[in-house]
């Protein structure tokens, strides 16, 4: 069992004592190794000996997505390629990947963050575990892969697609854990209930993350595929998967708190937050040697929970994020999440758990269209006008008393939209097609 006892039930003051000692060391290692950071920290009038509580990191200017973009590819480096030893990147949407890497020690490190967190769900050396990550430059896959390693777990590293094979593959290796995203793991348990086959299916567990996943959802996929949901989180900027996660509680993802310092603040004007307030994630690395991170804003909207857990862990808890402020849209002045919107769907039996958000403009005004697809089960209601007409009243009635608004409400039968084996991409926004 990977339970890291001494480090992970440290009382309070001595977690933040630790945390000031390893962020006073990370200020001098970044001025004297990364020249994008003694040029910011030296124009902030930051140095290490001027660190003299935790609260100072709010002199420290944030460092952004568009930072790495522009140092790209080995800007923010802190030590020559020669000490690298391995390399990732994100694609993202627009323009230049996202370059970090990763010295010896910091896979090690990696791999004992998220050893931690898959034991904290009850991964162990008796687990057999899937991958259906897409292997490769993506740090999601290799994250979980050697953290389950170390933990003594079977790793089967079958990648994402082929969804017939990742089921046939569960049935004869006796596979008890999936890593996915939460949409293809719904996927893989409609597909094995079209096969005939999810009664040969023995999940017991599953680590999701890369996508975000409502209460609603997870409930769904696990009544699919009779398996314990749970979360963890990360990113490729920070580390990848194993900054934080869930324990067999499911009371908020335990960070780790001796490599990761985590802040709250206002995502419009950039001022910290008082605790137990919601608002953006601010992360910094405190131990990573390739490419330290000062205060990334990880566009995540989340709080955080002080409280000792009940499963003895000490490290803060981080809600599930609501949303990223990026993701965030902006309908006819009211901020809408695409979490609020599947919090509704998922409260219909009728509908299954896919559904796509169409942004448009008409009239000089911005428009939401929620696609919605039908269960297998209730398909039968696009025939039968009174029912379809009185579930699409229910729901657009469910989504304008929790966003506030009207919505067009569009119902298409099963299996319509598109299913996705990495992330799934829920909106389609034709505003960005639209110039004025």
Known sequence: MFFQKDIETMPRAEIEKLQLERLKRLVKYCMDNVPFYNKRLTEAGVSADKIKTLSDIQYIPYTTKADMRDTYPFGLFAVPIKKISRIHASSGTTGKPTVVGYTANDLDMWGDCVARLVTAVG??????????????????????????????????????????????????FGTNTLVSTPSYAQYIGEKAREMGVIDNIHLKL??????????EMREQIEKTLNVFATDNYGMSELMGPGVSGECIERD??????????????????????????????????????????????????????YDTCKC??????????RGRSDDMLKIRGVNVFPSQIESVLMGFEQIAP???????????????????????????????????????????????????????????????????????????????????
């Open 252 to 305: 908020g993802m335990h960070i780790n708190e001796d490599h990761f310092y985590a802040e709250v603040i206002n995502p419009q004007t950039g001022e910290v937050l008082p605790r137990g307030s919601e608002g953006e994630l601010v992360i910094t690395t405190l131990t990573k040697e390739g490419i330290p991170m000062l205060r990334y804003r990880t566009k995540d909207i989340t709080q955080i929970n």
């Open 123 to 172: 991964a162990s050396d008796e687990t057999i575990v899937q991958i259906a990550f897409g292997y490769g430059l993506f740090t999601g896959a290799l994250g979980l892969h050697y953290g389950l390693e170390k933990i003594g777990a079977a790793v089967v590293p079958t990648s994402s697609g082929n969804t017939e094979k990742q089921i046939m593959l569960m049935q004869d």
């Open 206 to 215: 599953g680590l999701f993350g890369s996508e975000g996943c409502t209460p």
């Open 312 to 321: 003895g862990r000490t490290f803060a808890r981080m809600a599930k994020p």
């Open 354 to 436: 896919h559904y796509q958000l169409v942004l448009t403009r008409e009239n000089c005004a911005d428009h939401l269209e929620v696609k919605v697809e039908l269960s297998d089960k209730c398909s039968p209601i696009l025939d039968n006008f009174p029912q379809l007409e009185q579930l699409h009243k229910d729901i657009r009635h469910g989504m304008k008393t929790v966003l506030g608004i009207d919505t067009k409400i569009t119902i298409v039968g099963h299996k319509t939209l598109q299913r996705f084996q990495g992330k799934a991409q829920r909106i389609l926004d034709l505003l960005s097609l639209i110039h004025i």
